[in-house]
Every structure is written in C-alpha cells, then in structure tokens.
C-alpha cells in the first residue's frame, strides 16, 4: 500500500483522507489545528453552492456531494435532509438545480414560503452537515481506516512538498500563505447560533452584502449573515449582530427576537475560482483549496474526483 500524506483537517482534508483510504491509499493525515479549531467546525453547514467558482465545475461537485451525503446517513453523525427555501432572481445562478438529483423534490415556493422581499424561489430537500457532530464522526472512521494524524504548521510550498512523495494540499485559507496566492481572499461572514425556532430553512443571496438565511439544525438555528470580501477581521461586530437580525425579521418568517447562544465569525477562503490541480512546480502535490462559502456542499465531489485522478496518475498498490 502506497503513502499519501493530506495537509489540513476540515471538511475539504477530511473527506479528501477518507476517499484516498477508499481507493486503497495509507495515509497521512497533518494540519495545524484538528477538525474542531477549523472554519469548517464553525458554519451550518448546509448544502447550498454559493460563492464558488467555477460554476460549472461546482455543481458537478455539488451533484456529486449530494448523492455522497445520501450514503452518509448514519445514526448521530449530524447528517440529514431538510427542505430549504432558495430565493433567486433573474441574475442568480442556478445552474445547480439542474444537475440535482430526483430526490431533491424541486419545486417552486408557494407563496406562503416566499420570504418577503424574495421574487421567486425554489424549495429543494438538501444535505444538512452539523460540523460539531459530522467532523469527530469522519475523524474517527479516518483514524479507524488505519490513518494517522499530526499537528505541525507549514510554512512554505517548498516545505509543503517535502512531506511526502504525494501530498494533497487542502489547507483553505492558510494556503494564501504557504502558496503565496493572490488570488485567495477572505470573505468575512458572521453568523449567530440561536435557540431552536420552528420556521422552516431558507436562504436569500440574490443582493450583494445583504446575504439572509437561517438553518434549522436538530437542537439549534443559525441566522446568517454577511459576505464582505477582503475584509480580515474576527472580532464580532455587535452593527453585524444587528443587520442579521433585521434582515432576519424583514423575512416575516419569525417575529419574536430568537436567543442568542453565541456569536461567530469565519473567513470563507474564497478564490477566483477553486484550485484543484497538480502544482505545476512540484508536480506531486495536489491543491484542493479554495471553496469559498460551499467547502461542505462541494467536499465529496471534489475528493471523489481527486481520489480518481490520483490514482490514474500513480497507483496506490
Ligand atoms: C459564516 C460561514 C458560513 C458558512 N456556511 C456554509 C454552509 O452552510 N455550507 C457550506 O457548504 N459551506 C459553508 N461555509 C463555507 C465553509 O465553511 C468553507 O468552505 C469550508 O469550511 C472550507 O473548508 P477547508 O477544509 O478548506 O478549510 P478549513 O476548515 O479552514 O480547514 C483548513 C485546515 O488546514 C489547516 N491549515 C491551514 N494553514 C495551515 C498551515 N500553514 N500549516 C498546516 N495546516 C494548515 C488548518 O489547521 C485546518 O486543519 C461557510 C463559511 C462561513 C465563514
């Protein structure tokens, strides 16, 4: 059995890692920080592509991702289909729903499901990811699969290659640093985690900067959000907290002020478009960074496709 070693431990690293074991690789999994001090332990995380590219590619991702999640259903692991209001309007790309499989149910909202303020929407039963549940669960089947894990920062591409003779970069936003890439931004979103309502998913990113959505999870809601490009700053903004809210409530889906439980911020890693390639300097490293706000609606994709690309290219026995 052949090594590979996989660079960073969020959703892209870790789906990537179990893949690989899939296809008969040993391997090797190092980050910085474990699953659960990741962006990726932070967010919803529903399956919806938003800010990617490119487009095309992303939803083949996202198409695959989805039949994957149907294969993930395993009591406890934060795994489920919900339906999930989708506002578009004539400049939204929605590309996506046709390449959503039948189970998907997709339909237009009612106008009882319109969120006040949207012109149209798509109501579509969707993958559900809870991060706190669903990383430890990919963890621990990586781990029992025979992979090993290691805390150690990179600081260089060149250092980068010389952990392995294949190594597959999946370090999100930390790559801007180890690669020296331009073209990798934060997009800075905050989001609140609130007390459990009964108000049914939805999201609105049909205007730039006045993003609006709400996930309800098994046990609590997360009120989202904002989208601002290039901006680095992790403090919570109380003005954010309360543009959230008011977005929230210019929906008309829920009246009352929601407790909040806490306040979070995280930086998409987002990227002209996603680099998932071999390096062209060090040929046997493979980029796969750079998902912006779908890391979890494109993961499964991404490592299917890697896993098979790799394989062609150097045989794991
Ligand atoms: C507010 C918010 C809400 C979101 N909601 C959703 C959602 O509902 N659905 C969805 O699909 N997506 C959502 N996203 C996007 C999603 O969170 C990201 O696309 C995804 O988490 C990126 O995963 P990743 O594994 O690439 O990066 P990360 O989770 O950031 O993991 C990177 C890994 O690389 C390691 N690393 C970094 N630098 C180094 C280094 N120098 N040396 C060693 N290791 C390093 C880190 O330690 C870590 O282990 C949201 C994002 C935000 C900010």
Same mark, same amino acid.
């Given at each position: 059995?052949?090594?590979?070693?996989?660079?960073?431990? =969020? $959703?892209?690293?870790?789906?990537?890692? $179990?893949?690989?074991?899939?296809?008969?690789?040993? *391997?090797?999994?190092?980050?910085?920080?474990?699953?659960?001090?990741?962006?990726?332990d932070k967010v919803g995380a529903i399956w919806f592509p938003f800010a990617i590219q490119p487009v095309e590619e992303a939803s083949r991702w996202g198409n695959k991702s989805y039949q994957r999640y149907s294969k993930e259903l395993f009591p406890g692991n934060g795994v489920s289909f919900i339906p999930f209001t989708i506002a578009y309007n004539a400049s939204s790309n929605t590309l996506w729903t046709q390449k959503l499989p039948k189970g998907a149910l997709l339909r237009d909202a009612t106008d009882q499901e319109l969120p006040i303020g949207a012109e149209a929407a798509y109501v579509a039963t969707v993958p559900l990811a809870e991060p706190h549940l669903y990383l430890p669960h990919l963890f621990e089947r990586f781990i029992a699969n025979g992979g090993t894990f290691e805390q150690i920062e990179i600081s260089s591409l060149k250092q980068l290659s010389e952990l392995d003779a294949l190594i597959v970069n999946c370090t999100g936003l930390g790559a801007k640093f180890i690669c020296m890439d331009h073209e990798l931004v934060p997009m800075r979103g905050q989001i609140l985690r609130t007390e459990w309502l009964n108000v049914q998913s939805c999201v609105n990113s049909?205007?730039? =900067?006045?993003?609006?959505?709400? $996930?309800?999870?098994?046990? +609590?809601?997360?009120? =989202?959000g904002t989208d601002y490009l290039n901006d680095w700053n992790m403090n919570i903004e109380s003005n954010d907290t309360n543009l959230i809210l008011s977005r929230? #409530?210019?929906?008309?889906?829920? #009246?009352?002020?929601?407790?909040?439980?806490?306040?979070?911020? =995280?930086?998409?890693?987002?990227?002209?478009?996603?680099?998932?390639?071999? +390096?062209?300097?060090?040929?046997?490293?493979? #980029?796969?960074?750079? #998902?912006?706000?779908?890391?979890?609606? *494109?993961?499964?994709?991404?490592?299917?496709?890697?896993?098979?690309?790799?394989?062609? +290219?150097?045989?794991?026995?």
């Open positions: 059995m052949r090594q590979i070693t996989v660079v960073g431990c =969020g $959703i892209i690293g870790l789906t990537s890692a $179990i893949v690989l074991q899939e296809k008969n690789w040993k *391997v090797r999994l190092l980050a910085r920080e474990r699953f659960e001090n990741t962006l990726s049909t205007q730039n =900067g006045a993003l609006s959505y709400i $996930i309800r999870r098994s046990t +609590d809601c997360i009120i =989202g929230f #409530h210019a929906t008309g889906l829920f #009246h009352k002020r929601p407790e909040i439980l806490e306040e979070v911020v =995280g930086l998409r890693p987002n990227r002209s478009q996603v680099r998932f390639t071999f +390096d062209s300097q060090y040929p046997h490293v493979f #980029h796969n960074y750079g #998902h912006g706000g779908s890391g979890f609606t *494109v993961a499964w994709g991404c490592a299917l496709e890697l896993a098979e690309i790799i394989s062609k +290219d150097y045989s794991p026995e």
